[in-house]
């Protein structure tokens, strides 16, 4: 198809506004935290008049920012791992078994998504409570009880995309595992995985970034010992100051393992999406 020339331009300014959209705030943020706090908190300057790195220096100082970012890997690789493996087994059953109440269960796992999170904050909160109360279980300001949570939003959406990407694989191939003596469980893991693997990358992807940036359940459901990255971050604010150009430098090295998790996944990140959004 030829491109008109009102359609190239339209195409060239439209890219240009949407580029600088996102990269002047980066911008922003990246020489602010290359800024002294005074001059943070002064006038306004595009370019900053004094280079330095202290605040990537004092930003593991001023809150315990190392702490953090241990417990937010913990929990957000917790949560990827055990979302991706629940999601493929329930993912391949839905594609592949037909049983009582399937329909039923896709749509409940899909409708699901229609809600937004913070109705599930006290309902969550509460069976928490109710299991310490009943069985001793501790889950309200533990991590186990953060990776549970998080799994309660990626669930779903995992599920959905994999099944309608498991459903893009011709059932021949798993006949095939069949005829050679495999099970259902053998051609899952030997035939239709290695065939979805960037569906599987990609709900992986998802279920880690869910979990990385997540604040409102992070907020409520940890404790200062178990506290994530998107909850410390606040600490940089006190009651007499605000540590503006740490928090942009903090806010910049969180941003980095995501960022660069992204790069290296990308392309197997759009195949999966693409392919487990059409049936």
């Not at 920012?65 to 329930?90: H, K, M, Q």
């Not at 889950?139 to 549970?148: D, E, F, H, K």
């Not at 005829?179 to 992807?205: E, F, K, N, S, T």
Request: aromatic share 14%.
């Amino acid at each position: 198809m030829r491109e008109t020339r009102g359609f190239k331009i339209y195409r060239g300014v439209t890219l240009t506004v949407l580029g600088l959209f996102v990269l002047v705030p980066l911008y922003v943020m990246v020489t602010s935290s290359l800024k002294p706090l005074k001059d943070v908190q002064g006038a306004f300057s595009w370019w900053p008049s004094n280079l330095t790195l202290a605040p990537f220096v004092d930003m593991w100082k001023t809150v315990p920012l190392a702490r953090y970012f241990v417990n937010s890997t913990i929990v957000s690789v917790a949560a990827t791992v055990f979302s991706v493996a629940i999601a493929i087994l329930a993912a391949f059953a839905v594609s592949r078994f037909k049983f009582r109440g399937r329909t039923v269960f896709t749509t409940t796992v899909l409708s699901t998504q229609m809600f937004p999170g913070v109705l599930f904050l006290l309902p969550l909160f509460l069976i928490f409570v109710n299991i310490n109360n009943s069985f001793g279980l501790q889950l309200v300001g533990t991590r186990l009880g953060l990776i549970i949570t998080y799994l309660t939003f990626s669930l779903p959406f995992s599920i959905w995309m994999l099944a309608g990407y498991f459903d893009s694989i011709p059932r021949e191939l798993d006949e095939a595992a069949l005829v050679d003596g495999c099970g259902p469980m053998g051609a899952l893991w030997r035939v239709v995985l290695p065939a979805a693997r960037p569906g599987v990358i990609a709900v992986a992807i998802y279920s880690f970034m869910t979990a990385w940036g997540e604040v409102l359940f992070a907020s409520v459901m940890t404790t200062e010992a178990n506290r994530t990255l998107s909850v410390g971050l606040r600490q940089y604010s006190t009651q007499t100051n605000i540590y503006w150009n740490q928090i942009m430098a903090a806010a910049l090295v969180v941003s980095v393992p995501v960022v660069i998790g992204f790069l290296l996944a990308q392309r197997h990140f759009v195949a999966g999406v693409t392919a487990g959004a059409v049936k």
